[in-house]
């Protein structure tokens, strides 16, 4: 009996896919339709022909390139934040002994149960009176640093076998140069994979940067797309356009990182 050359629960796993890539396809398609046929009854899965109003209202008439501009230095510097600190952290947490170690992680780590929104008027207040509220660094100060993130790479640095550390404090390195030279590389998939959910966390986020940031040329993407969005009128294709426009980064982010997302899954010990 000849074999199939892949596995039979695709059978099952390729519907799956296109249940979930539908959605998307429909928001592509919805962005070059005109406002007549999105708003027809019933409504059109396919436009009739590319209509580009949605696309040219969306970069001429509003701040969208100023919006994603405002996004890709937003999520820039947290995924570079996050990437430097929580590694640097996690590290002292699984490598460095000193008194304390212990109930200092638990610590950081209980702070992962306070919800966000108890924290939103105090650290408005504290960003208030050092004067970076409206500016883009309130978009990004909350995301230099998480206690999910020094978790993530405690993790996965304790799956790492010490012997290769302790053979080259004896060949003569320092914890510095170590933790640089023969840690980090290692590290690479876990820290793809932080940079993969710090990159959705931050992208994505709408409710604090709407509270922090009032200037339009100051939106991020998020909000500014949150503007599109009237009482009795909403510009559909317009919006659609944008959403389009929001959702590809994180797609080919994900898509160039998935194989060392998949690996720090296995070896951190946080698959399902």
Known sequence: MRRLPFSPWHFLLMPLALLFVLPLVQMLLTSFMSNAEINQFPPKLIPTALHLEGWRALLSE?????????????SAVSVLAHLVLCSTAGYGFARLKFAGRGVAFMVVVATVMIPIQLLMIPTYLMFARIGIVDTLAAAFVPWLASAF?????RQFFLSLPAE?????LIDGCGRWRTFRSIVLPLARPAMATL??????SSWNDLLWPLIAI???SRFTLQ????T?????????????????????????AFLLAQRRFIATMTFS????
């Open 228 to 252: 599109f969005q009237g009482t009795r009128h909403t510009e559909w294709s317009q919006l659609m356009a944008g959403n389009v426009l929001a959702t590809m980064p994180l797609i080919l």
């Open 269 to 272: 010990g946080l698959k399902g």
């Open 214 to 216: 009032s200037d339009d």
């Open 149 to 153: 993130g020094i978790f993530l790479m």
């Open 164 to 168: 290769l550390e302790e053979a080259a």
């Open 62 to 74: 509003t701040n969208a390139p100023r919006w994603l501009l405002n996004s890709i230095l937003v």
């Open 195 to 200: 940079a993969v959910f710090t990159l959705l």
């Open 223 to 226: 909000v500014g797309l949150a």
